[in-house]
């Protein structure tokens, strides 16, 4: 026995019907709104048309003929504004052929009307449905072919006259229609270079999550094991020693790959502005330091603070570091957490070296050696911030730099 397969309900997960796909193109065209509009105006336009020909039908010397073609202008304005509404006429073809029937109805005026009449009035099609010619191609092509249009259009009305009226305070035809196909195409080439930009952002954003995301899998996996080849190769020594560098290297070239910023770090304090109307990324200024034996954590999301402040948080870093490397004894690692508080920002340099003797500072400071109280505390405390260390002999050195994050 055979079994049959259950009817699929609905639509394939692969096949979309026609109509969705349509109207998923046009809501992604960034001039899908200005489409829309010039429809409004071309519905208008006909009405506008249409009383115009009822009114002046029995001044033509062919009014039935006026009549026909008024019916193949109904016929094209049906048809051309679903085409733009929708969306399948949104191409050169479409525009280039309404150019082409609206200069054709316009020259038809000196067929169904003589040179007098063509004179003391406008247009048998009136100039303000051939407009529409004019708007399609500026939507579609920018300012520039709306001017060019523009000229066409107001060239074909100033043919069927039969003279260039320059009395442009009297008869401004022409710079109306020109004017309307530069303000039409200027605003299609805002509406696109807008969502360009909005697009431009979008994929930003999407490669910082991705970043971000890459950048927690990583973190606990791949650095932990490169960091533990570098050290154990380091011990063992020997042939693993160039191995040991290789993998120090790899780790901090992939720590720098999944940064989840894209503001340039600084090389050195001097390179931040004291700016105060300057905010720097105070996670992106400590990852700096991210090297073989040194570890950097921050949050995901960027840790804003004044300019001047990550300057001197990030000189009391290097400071606190450069104890580590000279004294906390060999092979000694350290650790650089960032904490965003809200009002405040907490830095920790951390490491797991011999730690201070009891007395050892005081010690230092009656030698003139005044590196912590100064270069470390004394910096903090200039931001309003406090610095406490917790160490003692075996167990490590643990600065806490407390600061008030300050806009002002």
């Known amino acids: 026995m055979t079994r049959q397969r259950p009817p699929v309900v609905g639509n394939p997960p692969d096949r979309e019907p026609a109509p969705d796909r349509l109207a998923r193109v046009v809501d992604n065209d960034p001039v899908g709104p200005l489409w829309r509009g010039a429809q409004i105006f071309r519905l208008l336009s006909y009405l506008y048309a249409l009383g115009f020909q009822i009114a002046v039908n029995p001044d033509l010397d062919r009014g039935g003929v006026a009549w026909v073609l008024f019916g193949l202008l109904s016929a094209w304005t049906l048809v051309s504004g679903i085409g733009y509404f929708v969306g399948f006429a949104r191409n050169l073809v479409w525009v280039g052929v309404e150019v082409v029937v609206v200069c054709a109805l316009m020259l038809s005026t000196s067929y169904v009307a003589d040179a007098q009449w063509a004179w003391n009035n406008q247009t048998w099609p009136t100039t303000l449905w051939a407009t529409n010619a004019v708007i399609s191609v500026a939507i579609l092509t920018g300012p520039v072919g709306g001017i060019v249009a523009g000229l066409i259009v107001g060239g074909t009305s100033t043919f069927v006259k039969g003279e260039l009226n320059l009395d442009f305070g009297r008869n401004a035809t022409i710079i109306v229609i020109v004017a309307t196909g530069m ?89 931040l502005s004291p700016d105060p109307q300057r905010s720097v990324d105070l996670a992106a200024v400590l990852r700096a330091f991210a090297a073989d034996r040194i570890s950097v954590s921050a949050p995901a999301d960027a840790v804003m603070v004044p300019a001047h402040t990550g300057s001197e948080i990030r000189a009391a870093v290097g400071n606190a570091l450069d104890n580590v490397a000279n004294h906390a004894g060999p092979g000694a690692r350290a650790y650089i957490l960032v904490e965003d508080l809200g009002r405040d920002v907490v830095v920790s340099v951390r490491d797991d070296g011999i730690g201070i003797p009891d007395g050892r500072l005081a010690e230092a400071v009656t030698q003139g050696r005044v590196g912590v109280s100064k270069s470390i505390v004394g910096r903090i405390e200039s931001l309003g911030g406090t610095a406490q260390l917790d160490t003692e002999p075996g167990a490590g050195t643990e600065w806490e730099f407390t600061v008030p994050r300050d806009d002002s």
């Open 183 to 271: 303000a039409v195409g200027l605003a299609a080439a805002n509406a696109r270079r807008v969502q360009e930009q909005l697009s431009r952002a979008a994929r930003i954003a999407a490669a910082a999550e991705e970043r971000e995301r890459l950048s927690r899998e990583v973190h606990d996996g791949v650095l932990q094991v490169l960091a533990l080849i570098a050290r154990r190769g380091r011990e063992i020594g020997g042939p693993t020693d160039e191995l040991a560098t290789l993998a120090a290297e790899q780790e901090r070239t992939l720590r720098r790959l999944i940064s989840d910023t894209d503001e340039p770090v600084p090389a050195s304090p001097d390179a």
